[in-house]
């Protein structure tokens, strides 16, 4: 079965730093992107970033360039969402997901399969 | 680079049919065919509906349908059943590498 396995929920205080995990099970880890989402409570979804297993080509959302660190371990079918130092605001529930593929096209911009989320608490 | 618009929710009986619209830019929806609609349930991850403007991946019912005019894109869902009550996202791509989501819109099935 084709799944993205997340780690569990973190309660970190402000200041602190932060590295989630999302690792993928059933297929080739190498030959799609993952991206990762954002969903503050209550809230709708944004885009955080991509990342392409194979080579690490990494892009990112204006809105999260310089406030996040995205990598993968290729090695490890594992991809990696961090922070250096939390603020209150980075309080949500982080999906990744798997960009979606044809049997002819693979598309960085649409996500098929999904992590059921992390959820971090950052508080004082 | 905003979100989408989206109204905040929209309801129907079950049969019915509904629509949903997203309102983008000349530079997301507008300028790209590459929009695509997520279904949400309470406590769930979103799962893909729509992708290319009108294409439904494996799995999905006919039910949903989606279009595009300009800068909105719309999803139909047709035959309205208790199952479809969700939040539901569109996303677009907005060129370089960056992609948007809507609001949200939550549906409710009276």
């Known amino acids: 079965e084709v799944q993205l396995m997340q780690s569990g929920a973190e309660v970190k205080k402000p200041g602190e730093s932060l590295k989630i995990s999302c690792k993928g099970f059933?297929?080739?880890?190498?030959?799609?992107?993952i991206v990762w989402v954002r969903q503050m409570p209550g809230k709708g979804l944004e885009w955080m970033g991509i990342?392409?297993?194979?080579?690490?080509?990494?892009r990112y959302s204006p809105s999260f360039r310089g406030h996040v660190t995205i990598s993968a371990d290729k090695s490890l079918s594992t991809a990696y969402l961090q922070w250096s130092s939390l603020k209150a605001s980075d309080t949500a529930i982080y999906f990744c997901?798997?960009?979606?593929?044809?049997?002819?096209?693979?598309?960085?911009?649409?996500?098929?399969?999904w992590g059921k989320g992390t959820t971090v608490t950052v508080s004082s | 680079q905003s979100a989408l618009t989206q109204p905040r929710s929209v309801s129907g009986s079950p049969g019915q049919s509904v629509t949903l619209s997203c309102t983008g830019t000349?530079?997301?929806?507008?300028?790209?065919?590459?929009v695509s609609w997520y279904r949400q349930s309470p406590g769930k991850a979103p799962q893909l509906m729509i992708y290319?403007?009108?294409k439904r991946p494996s799995g999905v019912p006919g039910r949903f349908s989606g279009s595009k005019s300009g800068n909105t894109a719309s999803l139909n869902i047709s035959g309205l059943q208790a199952e479809d009550e969700a939040d539901y996202y569109c996303?677009?791509?907005?060129?370089?590498?960056?992609?948007?989501f809507g609001g949200g819109t939550t549906l409710t099935v009276l």
């Open positions: 990342i392409y297993p194979s080579d690490s080509d990494t």
């Open positions: 997901a798997r960009s979606f593929c044809t049997s002819s096209t693979c598309y960085f911009y649409y996500m098929d399969v």
């Open positions: 996303c677009s791509y907005a060129g370089n590498y960056t992609v948007v």
């Open positions: 000349n530079s997301d929806v507008g300028n790209y065919n590459y």
């Open positions: 059933g297929y080739s880890f190498t030959s799609h992107w």
């Open positions: 290319d403007v009108t």
